[in-house]
């Protein structure tokens, strides 16, 4: 493994042994499908469950360290200008279906900056993490966005419940995933070539902030101040002003 800190390594180990539980779950998910219950309170039981290991993780390793977290809500500590910002499960329909496209989403924010994340896919063990300064990696090896130029030749995800107009359904060509976090990290890793959504939650896509800034991508300025409602533009740098300027009423 590339050298990284202390404090990515901690996020790196509470990604790892929360997936545990995760994994565990999501077997049992996929035979609840079938059962007249359904699994959404499975679902609940099963994101609480995993925050709780990387709470417990990240607390055991610095217990000084402020919190904001999904289920959890916020947690002020006596360090005010570091806060783990956590999603134990981001793509929670995804998983609640037997889909095995979600995420663990870890980042640190310090002095109202992202400067660490991970976002770990555990079904197809592929680990997104990042610190400023340091590049982008995915499973230890360097990740860099597209290189496409034409807007015509790349592919772009979207989300949430906003259609896109038809003229713009026309000229992109996009992808509803269903995980934001992953969404990033495959900007980031230059499968996707952009990503835009709004009305995200700060801690879908904290930790890939840092992942794609650190792997060459635009980004527009996000408030770390807002929790929700968050606008998010990201894409590789060739194509940012022409998708900027497609998306000026978005």
Excluded at 133 to 142: R, T
Excluded at 190 to 205: A, E, P, V
Aim: glycine content about 6%.
């Amino acid at each position: 493994m590339n050298s990284i800190s202390a404090n990515l390594n901690i996020m790196i180990k509470a990604s790892e042994k929360a997936s545990k539980s995760l994994i565990r779950d999501f077997g049992e998910i996929e035979n609840l499908q079938v059962s007249i219950k359904g699994p959404s309170d499975y679902v609940s039981n099963a994101d609480i469950k995993a925050e709780k290991i990387i709470i417990d993780e990240l607390t055991k390793a610095r217990k000084k360290f402020s919190i904001l977290s999904e289920e959890d809500g916020t947690k002020i500590n006596t360090d005010k200008k570091n806060v783990w910002i956590i999603d134990p499960i981001d793509g929670t329909n995804n998983f609640l279906h037997g889909i095995p496209h979600f995420a663990i989403s870890i980042a640190l924010k310090s002095n109202n900056e992202i400067v660490s994340g991970v976002i770990f896919d555990p079904i197809k063990n592929e680990m997104f993490y990042a610190e400023k300064n340091n590049g982008a990696y995915l499973n230890n090896k360097s990740i860099r966005v597209s290189k496409r130029k034409n807007l015509e030749n790349c592919l772009f995800a979207t989300g949430g419940k906003e259609t896109i107009s038809k003229e713009l359904n026309d000229k992109l060509i996009t992808r509803k995933t269903g995980s934001a976090a992953l969404d990033m990290a495959y900007v980031a890793s230059g499968r996707f070539d952009g990503y835009f959504q709004k009305n995200l939650k700060l801690w879908d896509i904290a930790a890939g902030i840092v992942i794609a800034k650190e792997a060459g991508a635009y980004i527009n300025n996000i408030d770390l101040d807002k929790k929700d409602k968050v606008k998010l533009i990201v894409s590789n740098n060739s194509i940012s002003e022409k998708l900027l300027k497609n998306l000026n009423n978005f």
